[in-house]
């Protein structure tokens, strides 16, 4: 039996998404450092924020990255409700990479809350390090993750706590103010 943990709000503080939900209900950006949309809404385009790093030593995020973590949501058996949406971009080449840091959704109608489907707090897409997958596979996801939030990730005891510590380098977004975060898993 394989056991797959869930992208649930135990793992936020080890994932960032292209764009968060800011106070008042605004997109505001997180990996992507901004995006455009035409102004037939069709075209979006995205700029990815430089020097995001990944734990572990795994390297720079780039759109090497964002596709392949577009890639793999898609994958046989994923539950989430965007997986034809996303396939179909895919499949269709709808997502042009333009360079490292730059990439754009051709979409084929009109999308106002694309930067939603990516938000941090849409735990069904977090962005993965194409680098970690190529090492350690899906057994490194479950069993050592690698994100590029403030915390890292330390231990997990299923069905009881995950286990993070603070980043050992200057986080990008912030500093945590406490070294290690531990979330239980309290059954009522």
Same mark, same amino acid.
């Given at each position: ?12 503080? @080890? ?5 968060? @939900? ?8 997180? @990996? ?34 964002? @596709? ?24 269709? /080449? ?25 938000? /941090? ?21 479950? /069993? ?45």
């Amino acid at each position: 039996t394989r056991i797959v943990p869930q992208f649930g709000f135990q793992n936020a503080p @080890m994932y960032e998404g292209l764009t968060r @939900m800011g106070l008042e209900g605004e997109q505001v950006p997180l @990996m992507a450092e901004r995006w455009e949309i035409s102004e037939d809404l069709k075209t979006w385009t995205w700029h990815l924020r430089k020097g995001i790093q990944w734990h572990r030593d795994f390297g720079e995020f780039t759109a090497t990255d964002l @596709m392949h973590s577009l890639e793999h949501h898609v994958k046989e058996g994923s539950v989430s409700s965007r997986v034809p949406f996303y396939r179909k971009w895919l499949e269709e /080449n709808r997502i042009v990479v333009l360079d490292d840091y730059t990439v754009v959704y051709n979409l084929d109608e009109p999308k106002i809350d694309l930067h939603a489907a990516f938000e /941090n707090d849409n735990h069904f897409n977090v962005i993965l390090s194409k680098a970690h997958w190529d090492v350690e596979g899906q057994a490194g996801i479950e /069993n050592n993750p690698v994100g590029a939030g403030p915390y890292q990730f330390k231990e997990r005891v299923l069905g009881s706590y995950v286990l993070y510590e603070r980043v050992p380098y200057q986080h990008w977004r912030i500093t945590p103010d406490f070294p290690e975060l531990q979330i239980f898993e309290v059954p009522e």
